[in-house]
């Protein structure tokens, strides 16, 4: 949703997601024929690849297939070396191009068609491409504006709730953010703003410029090293207490606090929400189309899909796939977050990078 590294906040979190419980029945999952063939399949992704064990171990049972993970840094970094390198990938199945990139890996033939079991149980509002099925829609979540809820009470201060109050004198030199040329939340904040005001989002980066927005390259430094409220950011001493992240970012803080808190350390400000879906999909002349087609239709079964919120923080995308208490409590849906239509912000992506590049960077 990586990307930046949505899985977790906490280097531990990272060490304990294997160990999660998957939630439901594996009666609905789908896997391919292990016989013949590649005995391997490889599934290229952003950092914040994460599954339980116990779920993938299943799915290697029961399909005959070795699952590989290689992971490749930020989504937008591993969506730009699959495509350089399309002719001769490095896996069968793609995991993590979100909505904001989508269409450059469709323009560049990245993906070759393959309509996975289970795809007419996603919800209808995440799907895409459904002429061709090209990708399948995995996961969806918010990236949103973070507070620091300690730094607001202690300073008696009202935390923002949306773009417009970013820009407020009272919120000066509190905000970081990610470059939107090279990071999927910068990128989903830029595309947030160019929702809201539409061709006055300029103006508006002009007056956060002004209010003392710093901008730093990925959500791993915005996160744990320049915001005040994370857990990794302590050790760094991070003085920003809003931050560019995730809706789904406070139920990490939770999860993973030892004990853990009754109520979140960190806030979501709703209004500054941007709706993110993320896809997988086959990849051009992948060694092995079979296992990637099996890997597909699991990707897309309820017990993987109700197995991403605790490991992945991530909502599923399959109807009925239900969501541990703890995650919803914690990371809610924002209510009416902003969206753009692909078409649209295939369109427009590159040049609004350039111009906010030229705008907010120099």
């Given amino acids: 949703m990586s990307i930046t590294k949505k899985v977790s906040v906490l280097a ?30 490889t ?28 992971e490749d840094g930020d989504a937008g970094q591993a969506v730009n070396k699959a495509i350089l390198t399309k002719d001769n990938p490095q896996g069968d199945v ?45 996961d969806t979540g918010d990236i949103c504006v973070n507070y620091d809820k300690a730094y607001f009470d202690q300073h008696r201060l009202t935390p923002p709730k949306s773009f417009d109050d970013l820009a407020k004198p009272e919120y000066k030199n509190l905000l970081v953010t990610e470059n939107a040329g090279s990071s999927s939340p910068g990128l ?41 409220g994370s857990a990794g950011g302590k050790k760094a001493k991070g003085d920003r207490p809003l931050v560019v992240s995730y809706a789904s970012s406070p139920p990490v803080e939770v999860v993973y606090a030892d ?11 709703d209004g500054t929400c941007f709706r993110q879906v993320e896809y997988a999909g086959l990849l051009s002349n992948a060694k092995n189309p079979e296992g990637g087609k099996a ?31 703890v995650f919803s409590k914690f990371g809610p ?9 692909p078409a649209k912000i295939a369109d427009n992506r590159d040049q609004w990078v350039k111009s906010w590049t030229s705008l907010v960077l120099k």
Avoid at 12 to 40: Q, R
Avoid at 199 to 212: I, R, T, V
Avoid at 259 to 269: D, F, I, M, S
């Fill in 94 to 138: 793609f995991f993590g191009v979100d909505n904001t990139l989508l269409s450059r890996a469709l323009d560049n033939g990245l993906f070759q068609p393959y309509e996975a079991k289970g795809s007419d149980q996603v919800r209808p509002e995440y799907r895409a491409d459904q002429d061709k099925h090209r990708v399948t829609p995995i």
């Fill in 12 to 41: 531990v979190g990272l060490g304990m997601v294997g160990t999660l419980a998957a939630c439901g029945s594996s009666s609905d999952d789908s896997g391919g024929s292990g016989s013949g063939g590649s005995k391997t399949v």
């Fill in 295 to 325: 890997l597909l239709d699991f990707l897309l079964s309820r017990t993987f899909q109700e197995d991403m919120p605790l490991n992945m923080f991530v909502y599923p995308v399959r109807e009925g796939a239900q969501v541990p208490e």
């Fill in 333 to 341: 849906q924002a209510k009416d977050p902003q969206t753009l239509d």
């Fill in 259 to 269: 004990p853990q808190p009754a109520t979140a350390p960190t806030g979501v400000a």
């Fill in 43 to 70: 599934l290229v992704s952003h950092d914040s690849w994460a599954a339980s064990k116990d779920v993938i171990a299943a799915f290697e049972k029961k399909s005959g297939y070795k699952v590989k993970v290689l």
């Fill in 188 to 228: 989903g904040f830029l595309l947030g703003t160019a929702a809201k005001y539409g061709d006055g989002w300029e103006g508006y980066w002009k007056k956060l410029k002004a209010n003392g927005v710093k901008v730093v390259d990925s959500w791993e430094q915005a996160y744990n090293e320049e915001f005040s």
